[in-house]
């Protein structure tokens, strides 16, 4: 089993920067590939990120690539997202995800534990 808790979401103004983390316990967290997902207001859930385990296979959705890095850091249990030059849409609430077969894709299913959520807005 793998706990997952985000945390640094908030309000920000367009074009500004978050970084998310998300802090997993429970289990040999380097092992998982984690994810990034992300839920806007009647919308479905979509990919956004992903980060293999050792950190050096990373993919990203269209809409983020080169605003937004994925990364890790095994020893601190934790895994970032940090977002620049946010746009209005990306407001949303993010989710991170653990993906205990390590593949690392971009299909909600193949991800086994999923966090809370933390709210991020971006104002225009």
């Known amino acids: 089993q793998v706990q997952l808790v985000e945390s640094g979401g908030g309000l920000v103004q367009a074009g500004g920067s978050l970084r998310l983390s998300c802090a997993a316990s429970g289990a040999i967290f380097s092992r998982y590939a984690m994810g990034w997902f992300r839920q806007a207001p009647g919308k479905e859930r979509e990919f956004v990120a992903a980060?293999?385990?050792?950190?050096?296979?990373?993919d990203y959705a269209d809409s983020v690539k080169g605003r937004f890095t994925i990364s890790r850091d095994n020893a601190k249990n934790t895994v970032y997202l940090q977002m620049n030059s946010l746009k209005p849409g990306d407001t949303a609430v993010y989710y991170c995800?653990?993906?205990?077969w390590g593949l690392g894709t971009r299909i909600i299913s193949d991800y086994e534990y999923w966090g809370q959520g933390t709210q991020v807005t971006v104002s225009s």
């Open positions: 980060i293999k385990w050792r950190g050096s296979s990373t």
């Open positions: 995800a653990a993906d205990y």
